[in-house]
């Protein structure tokens, strides 16, 4: 029977089939000059000749493939890896290819897309291979700072320095089905360590990994993301129009009650409405996910608008992170954003605590204090407390009939001024938080209409 390693290495494909499922329009970049040392900068015995046999076994000069490619209609610079090439790793070479990727990028204005398999540095090249890292690190700095979007693909397998530059490192990272991925390779992890933790759905789980893709629909897929990242809306977007058939409320406890009504309609339903298409990042690169809170980037009118929206759970500290991280794409990328506003708060719990839930919800008011980019608001349930108004945009916010906003919910504003829960009905209506109640204090522009 054969073992999952060798099914896996059965399984990998070159650099060049890598390009050729995602693009049929591929041009090779010119490679860079380099002066070759024998055996490399540490003179390592039989390097050159190792080189000679990777050249040989697999037609490539070096671990990795560079030109410009266009995807499903859009252009982009592509960079694929030959782990059949001394394991797909990163010398001084592959360091002069990929900075020069990076340079065709910025010159011509494109998204680079890294489809990545390697096992980390050249160990044949000592230090000068591992301090590619930091020029790859510089390179991607350069052309995150110019605006322009990077997309990892991540292939089997996908370890070390290259997962922690160009595949982590990259504002959207897709991996296929079952790919190792992990910093810790399989041969210099500890003996007992679980090798399901360090797979594309474990790295998916863990808030690492945006999507995991099978193979037949990655073009697809790829050329999405590729056209939602390159296509930003102009200006401000407007606010979607409520859904169902909401009525004004006549108390502020009704306002409370339609907003928590099983049968309102949620961030799903008002995310299909207003978006054509859509893809959806997902975790916080801190090692969680909130199920709670939707991140993403959709299609409306032809154009891209980023959304953040909340599904009526208390939202956890990796939901805002996660929100934050979208914010800031969004406001790299010059697309603006829309945010749905639905939660009864920031979890309490002591998990949330020990998460971070105060740094976690500071993050998120900071990213749309300083977003260029602008921020439309919309509240369509719960608006509980600063859990809510973290996403709000100062300015930009309206709220649907069937909706409220609150310092802080009615049933707590009752137990904190040591008043009986029955008075909580009578609380929501000093509180003053219905919608029409917000637009006359000014904190919301206006109600929406169906």
Sequence with gaps: MSSPHAHRAADRVSAREAIASVTADFTELPEPPSAARPDGPLSWPGYDDAR???????????????????????????VSFEFRYLGGSLGERTGDRLEAAYAAARTHRLPLVSLVATGGSRMQEGLRALSQLQRVAAQSALNRAAGLPQIAVVRDPTTGGGWATLGAGADLVLALPGAQVGFAGSRVRPPDADPAAYTAEAQLAAGAVDAVVPREQLRTRLGRWLRLLTSPARGP????????????????????????APERPRAEAYLDAYFSAREEISGDRCGGTDAGLRCGFGLRDGRTV????????????????????????????????????????????????????????????????????????????????GGALALAAPGRTWATPDSYFSVIAPEAAAAILKRPRADAPGLADELRLRPQDLVDLDVVRGIVER
Aim: net charge neutral; proline share 6%.
């Design 237 to 260: 977007v407007a606010p979607p129009r409520a859904l169902g058939r909401p009525q004004p409320s006549g108390t502020g406890w009704e306002a409370v009650l339609r907003a928590r």
């Design 52 to 78: 000679a046999a990777a050249y040989e076994r697999t037609g490539e000069t070096e671990s990795v493939v560079c030109g410009t490619a266009v995807v499903e209609g859009v252009r982009a610079v592509l």
């Design 306 to 385: 980023a959304y953040a929206a909340q599904c009526g759970t208390a939202t956890r500290p990796a939901g805002y992170r996660t929100a934050a991280r979208l914010i800031r794409l969004a406001d790299r990328l010059g697309v603006p954003v829309l945010t749905l506003i639905d939660t009864p708060g920031a979890a309490n719990d002591a998990e949330a605590e020990r998460a971070g839930a105060g740094a976690a919800i500071a993050d998120v008011f900071a990213a749309v204090a300083t977003a260029r980019t602008p921020v439309t608001s919309l509240v369509i349930g719960e608006g509980g407390s």
